[in-house]
């Protein structure tokens, strides 16, 4: 019984004496401890940007994916457990689908938002059960609008809507400089977006980790406003201009 949790994080249905549930908390440990995530909404769309570790050298480019896409105009980006995000993809996607069936047109962004946070928060509620050890940003564009939205959604069921966030091991640091392109750029679009966001990823990945493959996904003019990944040749440029101004504002200091 001695520890952190003195007995209180045995099960997710009992409180601590301050008024705690442990086994939340441990969720949260699992995303702080996973890979760098990050969604910025722009002027024109939603880019996603995940720092993939690299568990392998024999692992195939492009497999363990870390965003998905939930519809046609909207993605997913995870922090955290990726067996666990499997099943809230999932999830999403058949609300999606079951609210396309019942009314012939595709799910408002909030709803889907409010409906996730209501399935993860179900799974701290029951001993049987344990809290998913991931957060999602859920990216959608209006398909009439075409107004860009950007939520997280945490393993305790909270749901916040961001016009950029980040969650994982190096989220405080990429929120910085979120937080500073945003105020340089308030007219950031896709494509501009598309360096900036490869330069976080490098200056916040941490070198003691293992090496890390770069994926980006955006919903755009330039993917006729569907989730799609980047082309590689442009995801290999962005990536490659980042670590250029990284090099040169090293040397600088």
Same mark, same amino acid.
């Given at each position: 019984?001695?520890?952190?949790?003195?007995?209180?994080?045995?099960?997710?249905?009992?409180?601590? #004496?301050?008024?705690?549930?442990?086994?939340?908390?441990y969720?949260?440990?699992?995303?702080?401890?996973s890979?760098?995530?990050?969604?910025?909404?722009?002027?024109?769309?939603?880019v996603f940007a995940?720092?993939?570790?690299?568990?392998?050298?024999? $692992?195939?480019?492009?497999?363990?994916?870390? /965003?998905?896409?939930?519809?046609?105009?909207?993605?997913?980006?995870?922090?955290?457990?990726?067996?666990?995000?499997?099943? /809230?993809?999932?999830?999403?996607r058949?609300e999606?689908?079951?609210?396309?069936?019942?009314?012939?047109?595709?799910?408002?962004?909030e709803?889907?938002?409010?409906?996730?946070?209501?399935?993860?928060?179900?799974?701290?509620?029951?001993w049987?059960?344990? #809290?998913?050890?991931?957060?999602?940003?859920?990216?959608?564009?209006?398909?009439?609008?075409?107004?860009?939205?950007?939520?997280?959604?945490? #393993?305790?069921?909270?749901?916040?809507?961001?016009?950029?966030?980040?969650?994982g091991?190096g989220?405080?640091?990429?929120?910085?400089?979120?937080?500073?392109? $945003?105020a340089?750029n #308030?007219e950031?679009?896709?494509?501009?977006?598309l360096?900036?966001?490869?330069?976080?990823?490098?200056?916040?990945?941490?070198?003691?980790?293992?090496?890390?493959?770069?994926?980006?996904s955006?919903?755009?003019?330039?993917?006729?406003?569907?989730?799609?990944?980047?082309?590689?040749?442009?995801?290999?440029?962005?990536?490659a201009?980042?670590?250029? /101004?990284?090099?040169?504002?090293?040397?600088?200091?």
């Amino acid at each position: 019984m001695a520890g952190t949790g003195a007995g209180y994080d045995l099960s997710v249905t009992t409180f601590s #004496p301050d008024g705690r549930v442990f086994q939340v908390e441990y969720a949260g440990k699992a995303v702080e401890n996973s890979g760098t995530t990050l969604a910025i909404c722009c002027k024109d769309g939603v880019v996603f940007a995940a720092e993939k570790f690299l568990l392998s050298k024999m $692992l195939v480019p492009g497999t363990a994916k870390r /965003i998905f896409p939930v519809h046609r105009r909207a993605g997913m980006s995870i922090a955290g457990m990726v067996a666990d995000a499997r099943q /809230i993809v999932s999830r999403a996607r058949s609300e999606a689908t079951q609210y396309f069936n019942a009314y012939c047109e595709e799910m408002p962004s909030e709803l889907l938002a409010e409906r996730l946070g209501l399935f993860m928060h179900a799974y701290t509620l029951y001993w049987s059960v344990r #809290p998913f050890g991931c957060t999602a940003l859920l990216g959608c564009v209006d398909q009439e609008t075409k107004k860009p939205s950007l939520f997280c959604i945490e #393993p305790n069921g909270m749901v916040y809507k961001y016009q950029a966030t980040a969650e994982g091991k190096g989220k405080q640091a990429a929120k910085t400089e979120i937080e500073k392109v $945003l105020a340089n750029n #308030p007219e950031l679009t896709c494509e501009q977006a598309l360096m900036l966001v490869a330069k976080i990823i490098h200056k916040v990945h941490d070198e003691k980790d293992k090496d890390f493959e770069l994926e980006i996904s955006w919903i755009c003019p330039a993917s006729n406003y569907e989730h799609a990944q980047v082309p590689a040749e442009q995801r290999k440029a962005a990536e490659a201009e980042a670590k250029r /101004i990284l090099e040169a504002e090293q040397e600088d200091d």
